[in-house]
């Protein structure tokens, strides 16, 4: 079983990089990939870039190369209620886009000739601890920051409790080439409170390394046959 794992930017991937084992390291298609294990698991890792072109582009990319099992998005999110705060994981039980419209006679955040939320593997969203907190992660291309961005995402999703730039797009080309997928998001910041851009900056620093304890958690206990 190979499992893929992308991440969007480059302190993501440094914080990921030290839970590898037996690393190896090969560029191709302008991706950089990193296979070894975490928890016995053979992975390969990369980084997509951030937005929903480059998720989608990194997300094709390593399946064509690596053809994994699964794939798994992990990360930062900001914020968007429902009980998820800083340093919170949150791990999708639907996915969707917040920033999709197709026109007259169409559903606001649902693309063309897709279902109207993206579904993760069900049961392995149940792997990753008890320290998790499960919800609907909303994706766009644009960083949120204020509180009326926040609502007018809450108009279309009232129960969304993360807001991203890439798990949609990931999904999206997941459910198109049929392969399993997870997204695993840590809560960085609360878009529209006073503080919301000297949270997301003081995060990293703030951030135990623990981090992407729900990925270790899920990759020791996934089975060997999804």
């Known amino acids: 079983m190979t499992i893929g794992i992308i991440v969007a930017m480059d302190k993501e991937l440094q914080l990921l990089l030290p839970s590898i084992s037996g690393i190896n390291?090969?560029?191709?298609?302008?991706?950089?990939?990193?296979?070894?294990?975490?928890?016995?698991?053979?992975?390969?890792?990369?980084?997509?870039?951030?937005?929903?072109?480059?998720?989608?582009?990194?997300?094709?990319?390593?399946?064509?190369?690596?053809?994994?099992?699964?794939?798994?998005?992990?990360?930062?999110?900001?914020?968007?209620?429902?009980?998820?705060?800083?340093?919170?994981?949150?791990?999708?039980?639907?996915?969707?886009?917040?920033?999709?419209?197709?026109?007259?006679?169409?559903?606001?955040?649902?693309?063309?000739?897709c279902p109207a939320f993206f579904t993760p593997h069900a049961a392995l969203t149940k792997l990753c601890g008890n320290n998790v907190k499960t919800g609907l992660i909303c994706s766009g291309d644009r960083f949120i920051s204020k509180a009326e961005e926040v609502e007018r995402i809450k108009s279309i999703y009232p129960d969304a409790m993360a807001v991203d730039m890439e798990s949609a797009a990931i999904a999206h080309v997941c459910a198109l080439t049929c392969t399993p997928f997870l997204c695993i998001r840590v809560i960085s910041d609360t878009p529209g409170e006073e503080d919301n851009i000297s949270q997301y900056e003081n995060f990293w620093e703030d951030a135990p390394k623990g981090t992407f304890n729900a990925l270790s958690t899920l990759l020791a206990n996934i089975p060997e046959k999804l």
């Open 25 to 113: 390291t090969d560029t191709a298609d302008g991706h950089t990939y990193y296979t070894g294990t975490i928890e016995g698991r053979r992975v390969c890792v990369t980084k997509c870039g951030i937005g929903k072109v480059n998720a989608a582009i990194g997300t094709l990319a390593m399946i064509n190369r690596f053809n994994p099992d699964l794939i798994i998005n992990t990360g930062v999110a900001g914020g968007a209620g429902g009980g998820a705060t800083v340093l919170d994981v949150v791990v999708a039980d639907r996915i969707a886009y917040h920033d999709v419209w197709c026109g007259p006679g169409t559903i606001e955040g649902q693309a063309a000739d």
